[in-house]
Structure formats: C-alpha cells, structure tokens
C-alpha cells in the first residue's frame, strides 16, 4: 500500500483554473493505476480520471475536455490540472491508487482504488 497527500485546492471564481497534485509515499511497484475523484455531501464519489503504470490514460464524462491528468514518476507525484472551473465543480477532491491486479485505466469506480488520500477542498463561486 501506499500514502497520498493531495494539496492545490482553494477557492476560485468560475471560469478560473485550479492545478491539483498528490504525492505519493511508498512503494509503488504494485500499484495498476492511479486516479482523480471528487465527492460532494450525500452523493457518491465521482472518478474523474485514471492514469495506469504505462501512462495510459482515461476520463470520465466529468473529467473530460477540461481536466488533464498527469503523473511524474520520477518524483511520483500525480496532478490534475483543472481548466474552466464551474460551479458544479465544487466538491472534496481526492487522488487514490490501487494494488488491484485486474484495475486498469478504464476502472474509475472508487470500488477499484485501495488506497486513499484525505481529500483538498475546491469551491468555486
């Protein structure tokens, strides 16, 4: 398993850009696939996109066309850099990995990821 701690998120007006990153502790020489969610009081948590260990990537309707992830393995830290903010975007983010041999870049159901960071908050207004 692995640690994650997310940092980037604030407050920002609509229209504006937030760039998010996740650091990840530990070995990661088992994990299949990285992602991005979000999740907002009483709802489920949302994938966004998913990032496997080729760098293969994949996007959820959520996430696609104004978010782009990316993962720096050198440093292993993974990002989502948000463009075009709206207010619907407003929500808990949270980057996860998972040590799940069949998770792929497809698996964007939070079901699919073991590890977890705590989340940052993103409002926008």
């Known amino acids: 398993h692995v640690q994650l701690v997310e940092s980037g998120g604030g407050s920002v007006q609509a229209g504006g850009s937030l760039n998010l990153s996740c650091v990840v502790f530990g070995d990661t020489t088992k994990t299949t696939v990285f992602g991005w969610f979000r999740q907002v009081p009483d709802r489920a948590r949302e994938g966004l996109a998913a990032i496997d260990r080729d760098g293969m990537i994949n996007y959820a309707d959520a996430g696609r066309g104004r978010f782009t992830i990316s993962r720096d393995v050198t440093f292993n830290i993974l990002t989502l850099q948000m463009n075009s903010l709206k207010v619907e975007d407003t929500a808990m983010y949270y980057c996860?990995?998972?040590?799940?041999?069949?998770?792929?870049?497809?698996?964007?159901?939070?079901?699919?990821?073991?590890?977890w960071g705590r989340g940052t908050q993103v409002t926008v207004s």
């Open positions: 996860a990995a998972s040590s799940r041999s069949w998770a792929t870049m497809t698996s964007l159901g939070p079901s699919a990821y073991t590890d």
